[in-house]
T-cell receptor, first 111, second 114 residues
Framework: DAGITQSPRYKITETGRQVTLMCHQT?????MFWYRQDLGHGLRLIYY???????DKGEVPDGYVVSRSKTENFPLTLESATRSQTSVYFC??????????FGSGTQLSVL | AQKITQTQPGMFVQEKEAVTLDCTYD???????LFWYKQPSSGEMIFLIY??????QNATEGRYSLNFQKARKSANLVISASQLGDSAMYFC???????????FGTGTKLQVIP
């Protein structure tokens, strides 16, 4: 099916563990984004990518790593998870100047 | 500095009444777009309406309209004839064409009362 999919939908992990959240889109959109959503903060941009092998930091990049070896995939890795990274994570994609299409989100709990 | 400001954390509106959700923005880029998204309790992000910085007329999409006042840097969402299904979080966002980043506000929780 065409669209943007995130996996897993829910994830529980422990502090210090590495976690990777996956994002896959089938539209061949140039741009992909990672946001985290926390109460009182709205959606905050973690990283975004303009094309394969081009990534840039957003507002809150510390503690996160991204890669984009293929246009359709944009995984987000928490190298050593902390409790403050407990959040809902949204991936989105778009073409230049266009609206964002969002995935369903990943609810991550770090214990 | 906050690029997108939504000053109303929560609002109530009577069913069938109109409601305005406020959004102000800050940018030095002359080319940008403004978006509104709805997030119901189920969590998905639903695109509602878009306004480009060069658009002469206010955008409208069904019961949604965007009151765009460029000089004041405001982009308020107006929902006419509110329905119970409009109860949700609403986010304003801006995309500056130069950077292509998309910045969101903190959101307004709208509750429609029967």
């Amino acid at each position: 099916d065409a669209g943007i999919t995130q996996s897993p939908r829910y994830k529980i992990t422990e502090t210090g563990r590495q976690v990777t959240l996956m994002c896959h889109q089938t539209w061949s959109h140039s741009y992909m984004f990672w946001y985290r959503q926390d109460l009182g903060h709205g959606l905050r941009l973690i990283y975004y990518s303009a094309a394969a092998d081009i990534t840039d930091k957003g507002e809150v990049p510390d503690g996160y790593v991204v890669s984009r070896s293929k246009t359709e995939n944009f995984p987000l890795t928490l190298e050593s998870a902390t409790r403050s990274q407990t959040s809902v994570y949204f991936c989105a994609s778009s073409e230049t100047d266009e609206k964002l299409f969002f995935g369903s989100g990943t609810q991550l709990s770090v214990l | 500095a906050q690029k997108i400001t939504q000053t109303q954390p929560g609002m109530f509106v009577q069913e069938k009444e109109a409601v305005t959700l406020d959004c102000t923005y800050d940018t030095s880029d002359p080319s940008y777009g403004l978006f509104w998204y709805k997030q119901p309790s189920s969590g998905e992000m639903i695109f509602l309406i878009y306004q480009g910085s060069y658009d002469q007329q206010n955008a409208t999409e069904g019961r949604y309209s965007l009151n765009f006042q460029k000089a004041r840097k405001s982009a308020n969402l107006v929902i006419s004839a509110s329905q119970l299904g409009d109860s949700a979080m609403y986010f304003c966002a801006m995309r500056e064409w130069g950077y292509q980043k998309v910045t969101f506000g903190t959101g307004t929780k709208l509750q429609v009362i029967p």
